[in-house]
């Protein structure tokens, strides 16, 4: 399990290197933290689809995630 400092150090320099956007998994919580290059960070949790739009997809729902 990676710390809250190595997360933000890997999501930094996955967005500064060209990803569109990163995903943090966390399966204690059943959560999906979505951080996009623009900045901003968004939560998702059971019953809440992911739009996969950047990637040319229609979305994933979190329940598929942890089935």
């Given at each position: ?27 204690d ?22 739009s ?16």
């Open positions: 399990s990676n710390s809250e400092r190595q997360l933000r150090e890997l999501v930094a320099l996955a967005l500064n290197n060209g990803a569109v956007e990163v995903w943090i998994v966390d399966t919580k059943k959560s999906v933290t979505v951080m996009r290059r623009e900045g901003f960070a968004t939560v998702f949790t059971a019953g809440a689809g992911i996969l739009a950047a990637f040319g997809g229609d979305g994933l729902a979190v329940d598929e995630i942890f089935g």
